[in-house]
């Protein structure tokens, strides 16, 4: 077992590693049971639509692996989840629509987590006073106090918590944080995120049940048509629970599956929900631990009519002390009911690339800028770089590197941070995270950051010790919120 050390030489020692892996391991003590290789690990999946299948069919289907339960607050989604892992592990788990119901069953090992944004804070709290070890979904924390709080419950009950970036469980990624660490690209002085994505309109819709028969168009990702959500649908959904600790409200299927993203209440707008993944690996790539100094942020929501209080395109620029810049930008690309983008644009990042790179503009990923080269990675860990006044093509992630050697890796591609996270539970190592709660709290502030700037229209400087605005009354209420009885994220966890 190793032994502990203070916070203040984690955070040093997690700065000076390429993956910025936490050193500390966590204590016996915070087993139910010893879990030796041959035990399997009792798992709930908490929230199993969307991102929640992912858990499940990569959880489900590890050796000594066993999801005892599902919980989700819609009911109707069981049969089919149920199904599927009859199917692929030839069992059926059980159900439950209370997350603090599984808390209590000392059998539970482990708790994934890939609920709203707004409950990620509490259902990881709650889970780690259970002495349960917690997967996470990015970005950590809906606001910075919550992820403050992550992190004190994570250490004081001695629970491992990981965070679904999933880019620090990639060999490709890895290897480009090598690349630049070893001063390849020269001195790196700025990193911009990329979000271009099509998204088509949520329209708008009153509050209240819709109408047998009705059905209306979601956005991509939520898998098209969607099953109308009528009296009959609503009546095996606890719409309460759903709400948790936001603000009560009616429902309305503008703030429910999926589109919740959209709203200020459950979610952060695209710079928190697809710019998470790039504001990690462009803060990697900068070697930056500490915050900005000063954030600015300005965008709106440009398109069709719609009840999204979000911005759907957003510019935001961090500085840090020593002058080098972050910035991240995104982009709603509207589509026509088949998908369709409209209008047909080519989108470009990072300059001109030249003829020989034969190297596509990325348009989901981070562009790393140095003084004697650049960089671009995609979403899935796939770089190029480029040198000299023609942007002429240098090395690639598709080039063999025999001397690198993975970190903490035990599968491949992103979907490798599930088996990362079994195999630190197993030899009960934080050390062996690839994104423990601290480093997934720093990468998901940042997000949280330029969000607070676009809100109140103006530059805000950051007090980094203490995560905090300077002087600013109206940002600092947004670093945290007006709970619900019963869903309150305590001072005190």
Partial sequence: MKKSISRRKFIKKSSVGIAGVSMLSTSAASYSRILGSNDSIQMGI???RGRGGSHINNFGK???????????????????????????????????WDMRRIFDDKEVDAVSVAAPNHWHALSTIW??????????????????????????????YNVLVQ?????????????AIKFIRDGKLGDVYMTRGLCFKPRPSIGMYPDGPMKPGEQFKMNVESGGFETPYTEAY??????????????????????????WHWNWDYGNGDTGNQGPHQFDVARWALGKEELPTRVNSMGGYFGPKSAQNTPNTQTSMFEYADGKILEFGTRGIFTDPEGVLLPDINITGGGKVSASSKASPVKIGVIVLGTEGWMQIDAG?????????????????????ESFNPLNLTGGGGEAIFDNFISAIRNNDQSEL????????????????????????RELQIDDKHETYVKDKEASKLLTRDYRKGYVVPDKV
Avoid at 163 to 171: D, E, L, P, T
Avoid at 247 to 254: D, L, Q
Avoid at 381 to 401: C, H, I, L, M, V
Avoid at 442 to 449: A, C, E, N, Q, R
């Fill in 46 to 48: 908490i929230g199993i």
């Fill in 62 to 96: 590890m050796k000594n692996v066993r999801i005892k339960y599902l919980v989700d607050i819609d009911e109707n989604l069981f049969k089919d989840r149920l199904d599927e892992i009859e199917k692929f592990a030839g069992y059926r788990p059980k159900t439950e």
């Fill in 127 to 156: 889970g780690a006073q259970a002495g349960k070890h917690v997967y996470v979904e990015k970005p950590s924390t809906h606001n910075v106090f919550e992820g403050k709080k992550m992190i004190e419950a994570a250490r004081k």
């Fill in 163 to 175: 965070v679904g970036f999933q880019n620090r469980s990639i060999a490709n990624t890895q290897r």
């Fill in 234 to 259: 609503l009546k095996n959904v606890h719409y309460d629970m759903w709400i948790g600790p936001a603000p009560e409200k009616p429902f309305n299927r503008n703030r429910f599956h999926y589109n």
């Fill in 381 to 401: 860990g796939n770089w190029q770089t480029f040198y000299g006044r023609n942007n002429e093509a240098g090395p690639t992630s598709g080039e063999k590197d």
């Fill in 434 to 457: 690839t994104c423990d709660i601290e480093i997934g709290h720093k990468s998901s502030v940042l997000p949280l950051l330029a969000n607070a700037a676009y809100r109140v229209g």
